[in-house]
């Protein structure tokens, strides 16, 4: 208890220091609000979260003058414990997850230089800004998740919550279609390797020579968003979360000032130099360059894929296989032949949709790739589409004609149509409780003050007045 008692004294002198910050002539330059646990909640922040909020169109459940802090304070509840438990991210997690951001937002405003226009700053000082917010998102995030990583509900659970639902709560499940897809990759001519090639060799000239270093490079010509900010760096990792051909010749370096040989993978090629060994797992940068893919040679692609298609659509059997297939050529068997997808062609071409909670053949139109979406929204079941060509995972041109297996029109849940629907709702409020409980006992653990001016505030989680 006394050292409890101590700890409380430390706090409250660290609250009226905050509350008391003035400027030279006297008046209050900002102000502490809210305390949780060490942490100090201040009025400026309060402000910067409603601009934000506003510019986005965000909507706050009751006032937001109570409402805004109270989500500052969770959070900052969600952080201290992510401490605790040493969550983790690191800065190649956060440099990609900006970049994701910027990518979208110069697409929402047309380009980078009407995003520094709107923003009024560099992409260097928009990256940096979003630095410290992104990161605290995504420990919040992966605190939540081990939070909940052991839920489950057992079928029983998920009848019994559909039968005492009122009819009008029942909830719309939105059209739900099952793709398959033929890709085709477009043929690289050598004069681009080569190009890309001589880049990356005058790099590690450069590098040997001691003109420049490999971060700077890196930072300058890299093409992987994820390590580009980080100078190429990419933290501990295993072998098994590497591309094969990259983590062959990464795992095999031993001296940190010695670049690799030119390494290719399925994202392009590379150089590498090793950072440091721990254990199983390296740390190493590299600097990714991609061949740029010819005009003409995605038009090849198209006219491959197309005759493909004319194929199925007649059900008449490609020259090249003509006396060793028979039977009526269909769409399946051309995936399972032709297709350089690796992740379909083993599923005669069809697509499936991976996340957190399991693997479905079923895709909501926002959840396919985007030009995928806009195909098939047109198509009727059975259909085959006209080739076309889109940038796959690995961020590479593929040319690709699609078929829509199946479509299900949105419609009212059923448990026996839509049972995982209706488990994923009951998992998600199962979820949403446990965050609950948790944040309200973690209140009752942890030192809060509240300034008198939100003391009548109504706030979701009960226990911020003492």
């Known amino acids: 208890m006394k050292k409890y008692f101590v700890i409380l004294l430390s706090l409250v002198a660290v609250a ?34 409603r601009i934000q909020a506003a510019m986005e169109g965000m909507r706050w459940n009751g006032d937001p003058d109570c409402a805004i802090p109270e989500q500052l304070a969770v959070q900052k509840l969600f952080l201290h414990q992510a401490a605790i438990d040493s969550i983790e991210v ?67 659970e998920v009848r019994r919550y559909f039968r005492e639902l009122p009819a009008d709560s029942v909830p719309f499940v939105p059209t739900e279609v ?37 971060q700077t490079l890196a930072r300058l010509y890299s093409e992987d968003p994820g390590s580009r900010r980080a100078g190429g760096e990419l933290d501990y990792t ?43 797992k390296i740390k190493v940068r590299h600097i990714l360059r991609k061949p740029v893919v010819s005009d003409s040679a995605v038009n090849a692609s198209i006219a491959f894929l197309d005759t493909i298609a004319d194929y199925i659509r007649n059900g008449e059997t490609p020259k090249q296989l003509e006396g060793l297939y028979v039977g009526t050529f269909n769409f399946e068997d051309a ?41 098939v929204d047109g198509m009727q079941v059975g259909d085959v589409s006209k080739a076309f060509s889109m940038i796959n995972d690995q961020g590479k041109t593929v040319c690709v004609i699609a078929k829509l297996k199946s479509r299900t029109e949105g419609h009212k849940a059923t448990i026996t149509e839509d049972f995982q629907v209706m488990k994923d709702i009951v998992m998600e409020k199962r979820r949403e409780k446990v965050l609950h409980d948790w944040v309200v006992n973690k209140i009752k653990n942890t030192y809060v003050h509240v300034s008198d001016d939100y003391r009548n505030c109504k706030f979701e989680y009960e226990g911020w007045i003492r």
């Open 16 to 49: 009226s220091a905050y509350a008391d910050k003035r400027d030279s002539i006297g008046s209050v330059v900002d102000e502490v609000i809210w305390v949780v646990g060490d942490e100090a909640i201040l009025k400026s922040e309060v402000e910067v979260t």
């Open 90 to 156: 690191t800065e190649n997690e956060i440099a990609s997850g900006i970049e994701q951001r910027i990518d979208y937002m110069i697409q929402q405003t047309g380009s980078r230089e009407k995003l520094e226009e709107y923003k009024k700053q560099s992409l260097s000082q928009i990256r940096q800004s979003m630095h410290d917010d992104l990161r605290d998102q995504m420990l919040i995030q992966r605190m939540k998740e081990k939070l909940v990583k052991d839920i489950n509900v057992t079928p029983a």
């Open 178 to 214: 099952e793709v398959q897809i033929i890709a085709n990759t477009p043929r690289i001519s050598i004069e681009e390797i080569n190009r890309v090639k001589d880049e990356l060799r005058d790099y590690t000239d450069r590098i040997n020579k001691g003109e420049t270093s490999f």
């Open 238 to 280: 295993g072998r098994g979360m590497l591309d094969p051909a990259f983590a062959a010749v990464a795992f095999n370096l031993t001296d940190p000032k010695k670049i690799s040989k030119i390494v290719e993978s399925e994202f392009g090629f590379h150089i590498i130099q090793l950072v440091d060994k721990r254990g199983d």
């Open 335 to 375: 995936a399972t032949i032709f297709s350089d997808d690796k992740d379909t062609r083993n599923n005669r071409g069809l697509m499936f949709n991976r996340s957190e909670r399991g693997q479905t053949s079923r895709f909501q139109m926002q959840d396919l790739p985007s030009e995928v979406a806009r195909v």
